[in-house]
């Protein structure tokens, strides 16, 4: 029998993309098994040496200075010229890629990997045996949502939402070309909820944390930029009332430290992790999230109940305005510049209860519930139009 091949053309700039290319091929197999064929590329660093370049000065100013993504952003921009018909950096290695693997669809989760990338599909694999696929994680449009991602020969583009879809077809994505599709998280985000009555026994027994107190959950990107430590301080301040959960990604440094500062705040109830693969459960047992503007992470959150207070210490990249901006007019969301600013949000809290269940109440007005089987559906029968195989679908459990 043959099999359906979908080429997944991704990149480490944040985790997202990344998050959203393996929970596509973890539904493909939970749902298709062995019919479908999914192989991830990061296509950035694989390809070029300028591409690893940028990616990793992407992360590093991620972590050291956001606001020069103000500058480094324009300058990504240009690729939505250079690339208006063909891959200008690293087309040798995407060549090779697709003559070698010939797949039936390619999908992008990443911005900078649209442009020039269908056409050199379609050039190297024929028009008729390939179908091109977006899917753009952004929650808003404006300022900060790339161009990169408007491709207008796209087959199918899959928005989060429908304000980031009204954006992408007034930039020139064909209207009968677009869904709105939600999230794409990995199965385990669906099938391990923490019930409502169980999330004290969760706090108490697999974080060792008092199942009463109020939960905050510090977060960080994979890469490990946070600013923990400018906000224990104002935690510590409630310690009878107030406990944290910290992750670090794949910052050491920052462990070592926090793991240290623990052993010095025996008064403070701390759960700290490296680079955590339960971020879905921490989020289910914390009552709000301190997280930058990442999509993924505020995406869970949002799923899973959990408002969010946005970090903008060293400014707001262009990519996280737009889900700050989604979230500040839905649902009054607030952003923190300074460690006084955490300290007065959680001062008043603390303070009177209701407030926090007004924001609460607010946060949750966005949510909105997906299956998300549909859209890992209707993308393999995209790749099956080329493909014609035959194509058993298991059953899920449902949702």
Sequence with gaps: MSKVRILVLTSSTGGGHDARAEAFAEWCFQLYRHDVDVRIEQ????????????VKFYNR?????????????????VLSYLNRRRVTFGARYYTEVLREYRPHLVFSVHDCLNRGYFQLARQILGADRVRCATYCGEFSGGWGYSRNWIEPTVDLYISRTPTARDFAV????????????????????YLEPIPPGQRG???EHR????PDLFTVFLATGGNGANNHANLLPALVKHADRVQAIVICGKNKQAYHDLVHWRANHP????YIEGYSEIVHLLIQASDVIVTRGGTTTCAKALHFECPIIFNAFGGIMPQEELTWKFFRNGAGCEKIEHAADFEAILDQWMADSAIYGKVRDEFLKLRYVDDPTVVIDELVALANQPAHARL???PFPPL
């Design 43 to 54: 296509m950035l660093e694989q390809s070029s040496v300028v591409n690893r370049v940028g």
């Design 61 to 77: 100013i991620q972590q050291a200075a956001p606001w020069v993504h103000i500058w480094f952003y324009t300058v990504v921009e």
């Design 170 to 189: 007034k930039k020139g994505i064909p209207a009968e070309k677009t869904l709105v599709r939600g999230n794409l998280m990995l199965p385990t985000a």
């Design 201 to 203: 026994t969760f706090r």
């Design 207 to 210: 974080l060792g944390l008092r």
């Design 267 to 270: 008064e403070f109830n701390c």
């Design 392 to 394: 058993k679908r298991r």
